[in-house]
T-cell receptor, first 116, second 114 residues
Framework: AQSVTQPDIHITVSEGASLELRCNYSYGATPYLFWYVQSPGQGLQLLLKYFSGDTLVQGIKGFEAEFKRSQSSFNLRKPSVHWSDAAEYFCAVGDFSGGGADGLTFGKGTHLIIQP | DAGVIQSPRHEVTEMGQEVTLRCKPISGHNSLFWYRQTMMRGLELLIYFNNNVPIDDSGMPEDRFSAKMPNASFSTLKIQPSEPRDSAVYFC????????????FGNGTRLTVT
């Protein structure tokens, strides 16, 4: 069965500093990987996804993520965070063997706090 | 694009009462998902529909939970009777049922059962 681990429950970063959120997955085949962001009181919004090809994926809001098969990781990065980036971030792995998004498994999330 | 619409945004009810959560998916999407979010368990998939048909309800916690999708533009998640441990945020999401199609989430319903 697939699983996702986000080892950091909380991360605090100063505004303007760089950010890396960790995500490790367990999946038997080539995974389909996602990062979602949840702002307070909002639903989840897709930041970026990896299906195949270039292992460095660019997303919205200046985020990027790198797929490293050897480390079973899909870490999210941003070179300079803004106060508006404070939110909950979820990594997810998908099983598309059925052709759809039915097998999406989420990590428990990382809460990002931005210090002024 | 109005996005996925959920109602109500907040629901407070007493233990034993029936609760109905509603979802309107994005027009044209043919897959719909119900998720529950709690601090302890994170995001859990409860059930998903494809072309209005329930495909996998193995995540539904128990018989008190039921979900329906009478047409392509509406779904309900019902809890009867509700219990305090059902308190959570319930998300509905929709997508195309094909590769490369991400989930689009609603803003969720925060349920509190006292």
């Amino acid at each position: 069965a697939q699983s996702v681990t986000q080892p950091d429950i909380h991360i605090t970063v100063s505004e303007g500093a760089s950010l890396e959120l960790r995500c490790n997955y367990s999946y038997g085949a080539t995974p389909y990987l996602f990062w979602y962001v949840q702002s307070p009181g909002q639903g989840l919004q897709l930041l970026l996804k990896y299906f195949s090809g270039d292992t460095l994926v660019q997303g919205i809001k200046g985020f990027e993520a790198e797929f490293k098969r050897s480390q079973s990781s899909f870490n999210l990065r941003k070179p300079s965070v803004h106060w508006s980036d404070a939110a909950e971030y979820f990594c997810a792995v998908g099983d598309f063997s059925g052709g759809g998004a039915d097998g999406l498994t989420f990590g428990k999330g990382t809460h990002l706090i931005i210090q002024p | 694009d109005a996005g996925v619409i959920q109602s109500p945004r907040h629901e407070v009810t007493e233990m034993g009462q029936e609760v109905t959560l509603r979802c309107k998916p994005i027009s044209g999407h043919n897959s719909l998902f119900w998720y529950r979010q709690t601090m302890m368990r994170g995001l859990e998939l409860l059930i998903y529909f494809n072309n209005n048909v329930p495909i996998d309800d193995s995540g539904m916690p128990e018989d008190r939970f039921s979900a329906k999708m009478p047409n392509a533009s509406f779904s309900t998640l019902k809890i009867q009777p509700s219990e305090p441990r059902d308190s959570a945020v319930y998300f509905c999401a929709s997508s195309w049922d094909r590769l490369n199609s991400p989930l689009h989430f609603g803003n969720g319903t925060r349920l509190t059962v006292t």
